[in-house]
């Protein structure tokens, strides 16, 4: 028997007048726009995070908070290319039932610019919300 899956979804952009982090696996000399969605899920399980969009974006999934000034701090997991469409991130994480977790949406390159769409598959309909100021 197969378990049943819920998709849920969210869209937004990168724009110059988004704001800008140092990412964790580049120099920080690099500037990169970027997003935060807060995550919640209902019912604990493996839920997965995919991009689409015509920019190639990044993906970097975050423990409760997300600090700009220390990107590294509280990051579970990361993607650039591990969707199946056009430089898209996929993610796959376990995550707890009403834990919040923070999903951060950049791109590969510097001071890229456009709009995405994320969505989370999973046992549970997620709570996804952009919360960046």
Known sequence: LTEPSFL??????????SLVF???DRDPEYNYYYQVIEILAPASGTYT???DSGIDTMGFFYDTSFDPSNPS????AE??????INLQFHIEAFLEAEHP???????????????FSISADGP???GLRSATP
């Open 8 to 17: 849920s979804s969210i869209s937004s952009e990168l724009s110059p007048s």
């Open 22 to 24: 140092h990412r964790p």
């Open 49 to 51: 995070f995919t991009s």
């Open 73 to 76: 701090a509280n990051l579970i």
């Open 79 to 84: 993607d650039d290319d591990g969707g199946a």
């Open 101 to 115: 977790y923070i999903l951060v949406v950049t791109t590969h390159g510097e001071s890229e610019t456009g709009s």
């Open 124 to 126: 549970a309909s997620v």
